[in-house]
Structures are given as C-alpha cells and as structure tokens.
C-alpha cells in the first residue's frame, strides 16, 4: 500500500511538473492508506510492547505493583481497542447505509476504505482481549512472566533489539 501511494505521489509531481496536470486523489488514497496501516499496525505495536508507557512510575515499584499496573494497562488498551472497532463498525454502516461517497474528485465509496480500516481495529480488538485475557492468566500463576511479557521493555531488552537489526543490516551489506 504504502509503495502504491508513493509511486503515485511520483507520479503526480512528475505529472504537475512536465504536463501541467494533475492525477487527482493521492492526498485522498494517502489518508485511507494511513489510517488503514494505522489500524493493522496497533495489533503489531502492542505485541512488540511499543506503545507508549509511563514508565517513571513503574521502575519505582516492587514486582507485584508493576503486575498488577500492567494488568491495568492492558485490560485498558484492550476496552479501549474494542470502543474503537465498535464506533468503525458503526461508521462503515452508516456510510452502507447512507451509500456514503468521499467529497473529492474521485467519488470514493467510503465502505471501501472503511471496511479495511475496520478489519485493521478489529484485528486489533482481538490481539489486544487476547494479551489481556493472557495477562490475567499469568497474574494468577507467573507474575514474573506476566511483566516480562506485558512490562515496559527494559533498558537491556532494547539493546539486544538493536544490537540484532544492526548486526542482521550489516550482514546484509556484506552479501
């Protein structure tokens, strides 16, 4: 997707530029294609732990504090997930409903984009209920894991990720 809408934006600067016209549509397909990726990419974020943390507070706790915070944090993303893929489901019907069209040149049905989006957040909801689902299981038998698997990543845990992408480019290179 994202590839797509690059090689159009490309298109249309090299269209505005040497034929004086315009393709019409890329900042519409640009803002579907970042809302949809958006979407997908919740689910990835959260399994990766990337999403943003406080993590002042949660350094200064003992173990069952930081269980117990990460239980929050995770039924909260997770009900915050659902209310999203509820009121996307609500606006794609609408626009079935309504036989919604973008207000741009292209004449969008706005189900299309939509119904993407939508199974982007659903995914999402999904992923976010299971970690959840997951998290509360382990309070009760591994709290240890529970926030090694749902705590904010420590400071070791990111080197070592960063020690790897750098150490798989440079192997790269050298092929």
Not at 1 to 30: C, K, P
Not at 40 to 50: D, N, P, T, V
Not at 145 to 158: A, C, D, I, P, S
Request: glycine residues 6%.
């Amino acid at each position: 997707m994202l590839l797509g809408v690059a090689l159009f934006v490309t298109a249309e600067i090299l269209a505005r530029r040497f034929f004086n016209i315009s393709l019409q549509g890329g900042d519409e397909l640009g803002g579907y294609m970042l809302a949809i990726l958006a979407a997908f990419g919740f689910s990835y974020a959260l399994i990766e732990r990337a999403h943003t943390r406080v993590e002042i507070l949660i350094e200064r706790v003992g173990p069952r504090i930081q269980a117990v915070l990460n239980i929050f944090s995770a039924w909260c993303i997770a009900l915050m997930a659902v209310f999203m893929a509820w009121r996307a489901w609500a606006t794609l019907m609408e626009s079935v409903e309504y036989r919604s069209l973008s207000g741009t040149p292209l004449m969008t049905p706005l189900w299309q984009p939509q119904s993407l989006w939508f199974a982007g957040l659903l995914l999402f909801a999904g992923v976010a209920l299971a970690a959840a689902v997951h998290a509360t299981l382990l309070m009760l038998h591994d709290q240890h894991r529970l926030n090694r698997f749902y705590g904010v990543k420590t400071l070791e845990e990111v080197i070592e990720e960063e020690t790897l992408t750098s150490e798989s480019g440079m192997e790269s290179a050298a092929r």
